[in-house]
Each structure stands twice: as structure tokens, then as C-alpha cells.
């Protein structure tokens, strides 16, 4: 991953958000003297723009309040729920990197998420501008903070972002017209088509592991399920067309994930309930309908609860570990919530 700096000013990290064994990688990658000696900016997807200045004192050691700092990667565009702790770690690697060198090279973290201040967002006209140019905010971010001041950085954004699907993402495309030469380094996984498809000649591997994708066996396997553990099906588009890397960090099997707890959370005790308190309080208590009304509006709970009951019994099916623990929690706490909402509107005399 250095050595890509000697012949490329800008290296793309396509990341898994929130996966434990990467973002160990990375700290100890960005807290190399080497790594430190060549590269001047990290651009970060979770990083609000709106925070920059803050987080400038943070990352060169200032005595800055943590509050402060912690919106940066906390109030992001991209992102629902709590993020992963595993961004609040990088970002105090690179300050404590730094902070053993004083007086050398300094790093500096450039925010890529858009300038959105969250207390004047209001309704979703005022959201929708920022979500749907994040990809053209990121890309400005990097010509003005980093190709216009000839600096070399490590870009760290959603693999999606940066895929080679059909030729050079959006973001890969304007900064080569701006001049750049990116080198693509990708996250991926042992699995190579169903979610049990696991490829044994990984096995051998030392891990963590970056290997180029040119001309060999690892290039010629099916992008997407290595790049999503097994839970994208595959498609023609081969690795090597792909990326120029892959970063292998070990079994798919052996992987974590440092959000899973934040989003099962967020389900049950942000939207479930947020969407019945929505409920209650746009329609009339079950004394002000009458008969037939009331009819109507528990026989529709009634139906969604048996809907969510489904959910539920299909979520035992779901081939992803995560995504079979999340729709069954999900699933069975919609249905009692209905059911809920079905007995509140029940015909009364």
C-alpha cells in the first residue's frame, strides 16, 4: 500500500463500513513512519465538511473539545443511526500519530461528507440536495484540498463509490480529468458466489494480505461476492476489471462488524417506535371514529401485523448472518406493534 505512492498521487481504499479486522489495518497502516513520511491528507467519507476547521486543530494535537470533534464523523450525510466506533479510532490514530512526530511530516484528515449543518435541515426538501451529490462533493473536496496543493492521499470511502463496474466510477473520472493517476485498493472476502461458497485457496494466506489483480487466479473471480462476503450474487464483472488490489484481512467467517449493535438498536428503538408515536398522533383516538372507521383502521393493523409476522418467519431464511438477525428483531417487533395499534381501534360502544 505505500509502495503505490511511489507511482500514484492518489490511492483509493474501496472499505466494508464498520468492519473491525479493516479499520485495525488501517490504524497501523497510517501510523507507519513510511506511511506518514508520504502521504499528506486522508479523505474521509465519514467526515462532515461543515467540522473541517475542528477537526484541523484535533488531528495537529490542539486541546479541542471532544463534543466538537466527534459531529464530524457523527453528523454525516451517508449514513443512518449511530456510525461505527471504528472511525472515532482513526481519526485518534492520525492525531497520535502525528503527535509522535512533531516536528516531521504532519498528516491532515480532509472531510469528504457534505457541508450539511444538521440544525437547519428540516424535512426531506432540505436533505435531498446534500444525499444526492455526495459523490460530486467528495470529488470537489479532493481536487481543491489535495490535487490543487500537489499533495499525495489515501481516499477511504464505501467500495461502491470507487467500483470499476463499467469503466472509472464518477469520483475515479474527475479526478483523472483533473489529472491524477488513482491506484484502487479494495477490501474483500474468501466467499466467490452463494453466502456458503467459500474459496479454499485463500486458506494459505497470511492475513492481512494485499495482492494486485492483474494476471492471476485472484482477478478472475467474480467481483461482487468477494467484495460483499457472499451476500451480492455474481455477475460478469471480474476483479481485476474491478480494482487494482485487494486487501484480504482474513475469512470472511472471522470478520466483525462494529455496528451491528448500533443498527439492530436503531431499528427497534429508533423507527418502530418513532413510526407508532407518527401513528397515534395523526389519527383520532378510536371515541372520536365512528363504528365503521374504526373497523376499517384495526382490520388494516390487523393485516400489516400478519404482514410482519411473515417478515419475521422469512428473516430465519435470510442466507447473512447479520441481515437474518436484523429482519427477524425487525419483523417481530412491527407485528407487535400492529397488533398494538390493531387493539387501540377496536370498535368501542
Not at 507507519?32 to 502521504?39: L, N, Q
Not at 477490501?187 to 461458497?197: E, H
Not at 475469512?251 to 423507527?271: Q, S
Not at 376499517?296 to 448472518?321: C, E, K, N, T, Y
Request: hydrophobic share 45%; aromatic share 12%.
Amino acid at each position: 500500500m505505500i509502495h503505490a505512492f511511489d507511482t500514484h498521487n492518489i490511492v483509493m481504499f474501496g472499505e466494508y463500513h464498520g468492519n473491525k479486522q479493516e479499520h485495525e489495518w488501517l490504524r497501523k497502516l497510517v501510523s507507519t513512519p513510511e506511511f506518514a513520511d508520504r502521504v499528506d491528507d486522508i479523505v474521509m467519507e465519514f467526515g462532515n465538511s461543515l467540522y473541517q476547521k475542528s477537526v484541523d486543530r484535533y488531528i495537529a494535537g490542539e486541546d479541542v473539545p471532544f463534543e466538537q470533534v466527534q459531529k464530524a464523523w457523527r453528523n454525516v450525510v451517508g449514513a443512518i443511526g449511530p456510525p461505527s466506533p471504528v472511525y472515532e479510532w482513526l481519526y485518534k490514530t492520525v492525531r497520535e500519530t502525528n503527535l509522535k512526530r512533531r516536528g516531521k511530516h504532519q498528516m491532515r484528515v480532509v472531510l469528504g461528507d457534505p457541508y450539511a449543518d444538521w440544525d437547519k435541515i428540516k424535512d426531506r426538501e432540505d436533505f435531498g440536495p446534500y444525499l444526492a451529490n455526495r459523490d460530486q462533493w467528495y470529488a470537489q473536496v479532493v481536487k481543491d484540498e489535495v490535487l490543487a496543493k500537489n499533495h499525495r492521499a489515501l481516499l477511504i470511502m464505501g467500495a461502491g463509490h470507487f467500483l470499476r463496474s463499467k469503466g472509472p466510477g464518477y469520483i475515479e473520472q474527475q479526478l483523472r480529468t483533473d489529472g491524477a493517476t488513482p491506484y484502487f485498493v479494495v477490501f474483500g472476502t474468501n466467499a466467490v458466489g452463494g453466502f456458503d461458497d467459500l474459496d479454499r485457496r485463500f486458506d494459505s494466506w497470511p492475513a492481512p494480505a494485499i495482492v494486485a489483480l492483474a494476471g492471476n487466479w485472484v482477478g478472475d473471480l467474480p467481483a461482487m461476492p468477494v467484495f460483499s462476503g457472499g451476500t451480492q450474487p455474481a455477475t460478469p464483472l471480474k476483479l481485476a476489471e474491478a480494482a487494482d488490489a485487494l486487501l484480504y484481512v482474513g475469512p470472511r467467517d472471522t470478520l466483525t462488524k462494529r455496528d451491528r449493535v448500533a443498527k439492530i438498536a436503531c431499528y427497534i428503538f429508533g423507527e418502530i417506535p418513532i413510526a407508532g408515536l407518527i401513528y397515534f398522533a395523526r389519527i383520532p383516538r378510536p371515541s372520536s371514529l365512528d363504528f365503521r372507521a374504526q373497523m376499517a383502521l384495526s382490520q388494516f393493523a390487523f393485516w400489516m401485523a400478519i404482514a410482519s409476522g411473515v417478515v419475521f418467519f422469512g428473516g430465519f431464511f435470510r442466507a447473512d448472518p447479520e441481515i437474518r438477525i436484523l429482519t427477524i428483531i425487525y419483523g417481530i417487533a412491527m407485528c407487535f406493534l400492529w397488533v398494538i395499534i390493531a387493539a387501540a381501534h377496536l370498535p368501542v360502544s
